[in-house]
């Protein structure tokens, strides 16, 4: 036997989203989405798991399990339903939620923004539109406001990259589903604006408190044809926005795979020129986007090549995160770190105990060589909605029998509640 051990203080989370898991979530552009016929949502999310309800036993399992910290959401949509009319019934349950995250004895780290857009704010173009940013930050002042003296721990964004990539390039099935390579630049400085403004508003109101992004990154690797797209794609994807939130408390790190990109030689050079002439990748990124986006909606597809994958039929690669946490701090030398989401989807729970073994494994040396990794939040504390997978795609450390809302801890729960409590990892040999 050896054991791995982590640095006093060391954050032990496990993580949900506001639409994921709450239900109802009735006045958000998802909402709509998922029941229009002519997109390629499997299920609409409905009640979802009930979190907004249930929150309290919830949080006090989590609690139980040894976690230290809880990564959740609050909903724009629910808060602010029509511009300008902010709910305080609302402001009051979250209040709630995070005075039961913390009787729990965990640290609440809250997301203020996590994919979803009240519907009003999509009307008028969600982030294509130039008051958005304004209109988030509004957002932001309110829920601070209310929340600020009991909440440490702030992400104004989730993975900003996903939803430029996904909403407007059309890279993945996600509202509004606009396409096309200057919607996508749009929506990227929309996302930047609005997180700086929201950084500033809670670093007024809040000065003690810290504020970072969630960024949705990928250990990349190419063959030498497929160099110039790897280049570009997480130059937009992630660099862009690692580049804006320099002056962050944190960077946050959503990790759960590895992207390889290879092409035939040519394509080398032919993808440098066509990717840096404007009007060539115009015409081509959102083509190459649309045959992503048909990949990603049938996993079935993507599992036929041998390759070990997860049931999202993404590589299984457990040890990416070490990967993108050590380009993090590459990139941003002493800025503190956090793994704000890395997990897999699975219906096997003896693969997800591997999963965060070989994640966390390969994350303990980096805190050797100095790397200031702060925490571990796990995606997810609880099977939920998977956005345009439904709730196929099992993610939760904690299952969820959706009809009768009961919950049942998983051997996986168990053993990373462990290392939580005990702040290491034993490893058999
Ligand atoms: C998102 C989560 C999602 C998870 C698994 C991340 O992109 O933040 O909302 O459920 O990945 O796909």
Not at 405 to 412: G, K, L, M, N, T
Request: proline letters at 6%; one cysteine or more; hydrophobic letters at 40%.
């Amino acid at each position: 036997m050896s054991e791995l051990v982590y640095p006093d203080g060391f954050l032990w989370g496990t993580a949900t989203s506001a639409h994921q898991t709450e239900g109802g979530n009735s006045n958000s552009d998802w909402w709509d989405w998922e029941l229009r016929p002519d997109t390629p949502t499997r299920e609409p999310s409905g009640k979802a798991i009930e979190h907004y309800r249930h929150y309290g036993r919830d949080t006090a399992m989590l609690g139980e399990l040894g976690f230290n910290m809880y990564r959740f959401g609050v909903e724009w949509a629910r808060i602010e339903p029509e511009e300008g009319r902010f709910d305080e019934s609302v402001l009051e349950h979250y209040r709630r939620v995070v005075a039961a995250v913390r009787r729990a004895g965990m640290e609440p780290l809250l997301t203020l923004h996590h994919f979803t857009l009240p519907k009003w704010v999509a009307a008028q173009g969600g982030w294509l539109s130039d008051r958005t940013p304004a209109l988030f930050e509004r957002y932001v002042r309110r829920v601070v406001e209310a929340l600020g003296d009991r909440v440490d721990w702030y992400m104004t964004i989730n993975e900003p990259g996903v939803v430029a990539f996904g909403g407007y390039l059309g890279a993945i099935p996600f509202p509004p589903a606009t396409r096309g390579v200057d919607n996508w630049r749009r929506s990227i400085a929309g996302l930047i604006a609005a997180h700086r403004l929201a950084r500033a508003a809670i670093k007024e109101l809040r000065p003690a408190a810290r504020a970072g992004v969630a960024h949705s990154m990928q250990e990349w690797v190419s063959n030498w044809g497929g160099r110039p797209a790897l280049e570009y794609s997480r130059r937009l994807n992630e660099d862009v926005f690692l580049a804006a939130c320099k002056d962050d408390d944190y960077i946050g790190v959503n990790t759960y795979t590895r992207q390889r990109i290879d092409l035939p030689a040519p394509m080398g050079p032919i993808s440098r020129v066509v990717l840096s002439v404007g009007a060539l990748e115009r015409r081509v990124v959102p083509r190459v986007a649309e045959r992503i986006a048909a990949a990603a909606s049938d996993p079935e597809l993507l599992m036929r090549d041998g390759v070990r994958r997860t049931q999202m039929g993404w590589e299984w690669r457990p040890q990416a995160v070490a990967a993108t946490v050590r380009r993090v701090a590459e990139l941003h030398p002493g800025k503190p770190i956090l793994v704000t989401e890395h997990g897999v989807a699975t219906a096997n729970d003896e693969e997800r105990i591997e999963f965060i073994r070989d994640g966390l494994t390969a994350l303990h040396p980096l805190i050797g060589e100095g790397i200031p990794l702060r925490g571990y939040i796990h995606w997810s504390a609880f099977d939920n909605f998977e956005w345009a997978y439904g709730y196929q795609m099992l993610f939760g450390l904690i299952a969820v029998d959706r009809k009768t809302q009961e919950r049942i801890i998983r051997p996986s729960a168990r053993f990373l509640g462990e290392i939580a409590r005990t702040n290491r990892l034993v490893i058999a040999e």
